[in-house]
Nanobody, 120 residues
Framework: QVQLVESGGGLVQAGGSLRLSCAASGSIFSINNMGWYRQAPGKQREFVATINRSGSSVYAESVKGRFTISRDNAKNTVSLQMNSLEPEDTAVYYC??????????????WGQGSQVVVSS
């Protein structure tokens, strides 16, 4: 059993900043990629950013230069620092982790979702 619990999010004015965090716990042997996705009302879930165990990251074009993903391997956490937020960033943000459980099985897990609302 693996759980991803998110924190952060909320309401901010355009140009402001927010930080999302996600902590993985449970029967974890190893975590490969960790990342963030988002889903705006009426739209499909889309990729935001991902980071591998070595710290290499990839970003969606729409957030490059504004968002920064980071992780702490010792704590099994991933964070997303969001700066210069725009109304178009309004969405529910989900963290994701590729986890090898103590039973040596690889699975993908999702957080519960965090609402981010950016007002104009």
């Amino acid at each position: 059993q693996v759980q991803l619990v998110e924190s952060g999010g909320g309401l901010v004015q355009a140009g402001g900043s927010l930080r999302l965090s996600c902590a993985a716990s449970g029967s974890i042997f190893s975590i490969n990629n960790m990342g963030w996705y988002r889903q705006a009302p009426g739209k499909q879930r889309e990729f935001v950013a991902t980071i591998n165990r070595s710290g290499s990251s990839v970003y969606a074009e729409s957030v490059k230069g504004r968002f920064t993903i980071s992780r702490d391997n010792a704590k099994n956490t991933v964070s997303l620092q969001m700066n210069s937020l725009e109304p178009e960033d309004t969405a529910v943000y989900y963290c994701h982790a590729s986890v090898q459980t103590t039973g040596q099985v690889w699975n993908g897990y999702w957080g519960q979702g965090s609402q981010v609302v950016v007002s104009s």
